[in-house]
């Protein structure tokens, strides 16, 4: 799952209400996480300061 839009992310957050507080086993929480996933993505991508630094 990706999310591009601000559309996308509201969308998203709707959808984990719906699935509830962290769904166990089963197509539930396989969704829960992908869609958790893409949240944390998008938001890395669009707030340059949550991302990793390279140097070490």
């Not at 992310?9 to 929480?29: F, H, K, Q, S, W």
Request: cysteine-free.
């Amino acid at each position: 799952m990706t999310i591009e839009t601000s559309d996308d992310y509201d969308a998203a957050i709707t959808r984990l209400g719906a699935l509830g507080d962290n769904p166990v086993d089963g197509p539930d929480e396989d969704e829960f996480l992908a869609i958790s996933a893409a949240m944390l993505a998008y938001e890395t991508r669009n707030h340059p300061a949550l991302e990793q630094e390279d140097g070490g």
